[in-house]
């Protein structure tokens, strides 16, 4: 079955850097777009990153120029660089694999939290 198994999260200070890894199983990564999504208590999930099966990439305003997404075919994985990191960024971050035509799969998430 396929599996999406989110890492690297936790408690950084304001202006530390994190590296989330979603390693992906089961399914042709390759072929899938993949996604980056965070939901902050009380908030609604919204879309941080994505980056197509071509390599193509795209950001949130919020975190252009200080978040990169990207991606290792080789591994299966898909990562988040977070720099100059804000409280603000503190929620549940999730990763998504989507492909026209099939199901779309979602991680369990990893906590970001950004405190001083």
């Known amino acids: 079955q396929v599996q999406l198994v989110e890492s690297g999260g936790g408690l950084v200070q304001p202006g530390g850097s994190l590296r989330l890894s979603c390693a992906a199983s089961?399914?042709?990564?390759?072929?899938?777009?993949m996604s980056w999504y965070r939901q902050a208590p009380g908030k609604e999930r919204e879309l941080v990153a994505g980056i197509t099966s071509a390599g193509t990439t795209d950001y949130a305003d919020a975190v252009k120029g200080r978040f990169t997404i990207s991606r290792d075919n080789a591994k299966n994985t898909v990562y988040l660089q977070m720099n100059s990191l804000k409280p603000e960024d503190t929620a549940l971050y999730y990763c998504r694999a989507n492909r026209r035509n099939y199901r779309e799969y979602w991680g369990q998430g990893t906590q970001v939290t950004v405190s001083s």
């Open positions: 089961g399914l042709t990564f390759s072929m899938y777009a």
